[in-house]
């Protein structure tokens, strides 16, 4: 079985990667292949530029996003880790997605609508936030990122959505709480029972 770990944000020692690394050694040591993406130390290019866009319309891939992407056709579940930033991703994971999701790749246009063609990939999102949960809850905002930052995006490519979990006020969690998310957090891979689902 393959993991997709794929990491957004730029310091070592933040929960995002402190998570990142715990699912790598997890999923390893019961004998999954696991690549991590840590888009920083990878360097990656979020800018889906003119020449992009115009290789992809006549039908070739940047290298930079075939490697990308062939990660992702790899993968039987992926994990998406990143801060929440003014409310929306991280800029160098919306870039990911601009460029690495791309049309005839993970979604095509037909008469009926779009579809997406990632249908057998399972996801599993987490977002870390400054902010309380209830301080969003009370303007609507955590069904809306539910929607904005899942289902538009990995539903929308086909992906099945088995998680998306938010981390409150991260920032001032002391050692016992950011151990606390961490043992949520891995249960939660526990309760979906992710690994026979994606078997
Ligand atoms: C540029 C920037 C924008 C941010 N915007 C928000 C925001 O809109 N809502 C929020 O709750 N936290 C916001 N934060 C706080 C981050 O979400 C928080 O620092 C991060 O989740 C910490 O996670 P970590 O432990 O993985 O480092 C922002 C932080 C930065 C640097």
């Not at 791309?102 to 063609?117: D, K, V």
């Not at 995006?153 to 016992?176: N, R, S, V, W």
């Given at each position: ?5 794929v990491s957004a944000?730029p ?25 991590l993406r840590d888009l920083y130390k990878t360097g990656f290019n979020p800018v889906l530029?003119?020449?992009d ?9 940047p290298d930079d996003i075939?490697i990308e992407q062939?990660y ?10 990143y ?6 991703f991280p800029a160098i994971l919306k870039g990911y997605i601009d460029r690495v ?99």
């Amino acid at each position: 079985m393959n993991h997709l770990i794929v990491s957004a944000h730029p310091s070592d020692n933040s929960f995002s990667n402190y998570l990142a690394s715990v699912l790598t050694e997890k999923y390893k040591s019961i004998g999954w292949e696991v690549n991590l993406r840590d888009l920083y130390k990878t360097g990656f290019n979020p800018v889906l530029s003119p020449a992009d866009l115009g290789m992809l319309k006549s039908g070739n891939t940047p290298d930079d996003i075939a490697i990308e992407q062939k990660y992702i056709r790899d993968a039987d579940l992926i994990s998406v880790i990143y801060p929440l930033w003014w409310a929306g991703f991280p800029a160098i994971l919306k870039g990911y997605i601009d460029r690495v999701l791309s049309n005839g790749f993970a979604f095509n246009y037909g008469a009926g609508g779009a579809s997406g063609l990632l249908t057998d990939k399972k996801v599993v999102i987490h977002t870390t936030m400054g902010n309380t949960v209830e301080e969003y809850e009370e303007k609507g905002l955590i069904q809306a990122f539910r929607q904005s930052q899942g289902d538009e995006i990995f539903k929308f490519c086909g992906m099945q959505i088995l998680g998306h979990y938010f981390y409150p006020q991260i920032t001032l969690a002391d050692e016992a709480q950011r151990e606390h998310f961490m043992q949520m957090a891995l249960s939660r891979y526990s309760e979906l029972a992710v690994e026979s689902s994606v078997k």
